[in-house]
């Protein structure tokens, strides 16, 4: 093996650590924003809670809101970061092509479309 190979091939596992981390952090950012949007959007009654009267909040927490359109939006900048550069590896020849940040930047934009019009 060369030396070029080796530098080459050094590269490349630098290149792939960073898709990792973009992946990790996007993903990590991901699972915050459904844990926010869990505790910002409006309580759902149940028979029960129906049955003992019990006051349910029917609005959503404003600040916990735009925490959760925040992090969606970081996850899909991360995510399209991590796109941009898979495309122009893959086209190098230097990697494959990354189908986890594909799936979690449709993720974050079916996650802020159902927040601006799926939710009443």
């Known amino acids: ?33 459904l844990i926010v949007y869990d505790y910002a959007k409006p309580e759902t009654g149940t028979l029960l809670s129906e049955w003992l009267d019990v006051d349910l909040r029917s609005g959503w927490i404003a600040s916990l809101a735009q925490l959760y359109l925040f992090l969606m939006a970081l996850g899909l900048v991360v995510s399209c970061v991590a796109c941009v550069l898979n495309i122009w590896l893959h086209r190098r020849r230097r990697t494959h092509i ?11 934009i079916s996650g802020l479309l159902l927040f601006f019009y799926g939710f009443s």
Request: net charge positive; proline share 0%; hydrophobic share 55%.
């Open 1 to 33: 093996m060369r030396s070029n190979d080796s530098k080459r091939l050094q590269k490349l596992g630098a290149w792939r650590r960073v898709m990792g981390t973009l992946s990790i952090l996007g993903w990590l950012i991901f699972i915050a924003a």
């Open 98 to 108: 990354w189908v986890n940040t594909l799936i979690l930047g449709l993720a974050s």
